[in-house]
């Protein structure tokens, strides 16, 4: 594990939560030439791609997501964060930050997003 994920927690349907990833510095020398998404995992199912945002900054969303989902990237602070409005009790799961740079892939420790209803 090299990417250090926060921000999860328990959050009612209808509300926003913000994960963040921080890539450590001496890992991620150059943190902006590396592809930044964001995975999730509910219990009992595949883990699933939520965003990604590329080195140039374009954005890519999962269907499910897509316009309450919002993926950012701070390149010199080394970090790619998420932002989740209009919650509902299907994007509960783990979430995982994930770096990829050619054949190279790096994950996060995951952090829970869980959302009643």
């Known amino acids: 594990v090299q990417l250090q994920a926060s921000g999860g927690g328990l959050v009612q349907a209808g509300g926003s939560l913000r994960v963040s990833c921080v890539a450590p510095?001496?890992?991620?020398?150059?943190?902006?030439?590396?592809?930044m998404g964001w995975y999730r995992q509910a219990p009992g199912k595949q883990r699933e791609l939520v965003a990604v945002?590329?080195?140039?900054?374009?954005?890519n969303y999962a269907d499910s997501v897509k316009g309450r989902f919002t993926i950012s990237r701070n390149n010199s602070r080394k970090t790619v964060s998420l932002q989740m409005n209009s919650l509902n009790p299907d994007d509960t799961a783990v979430y995982y930050c994930?770096?990829?740079?050619?054949?190279?892939?790096?994950w996060g420790q995951g952090t829970q997003v869980t959302v009643s209803s």
């Open positions: 994930n770096a990829k740079q050619g054949p190279t892939t790096s």
């Open positions: 510095r001496a890992i991620f020398s150059v943190f902006s030439s590396y592809d």
């Open positions: 945002i590329t080195t140039s900054g374009s954005t």
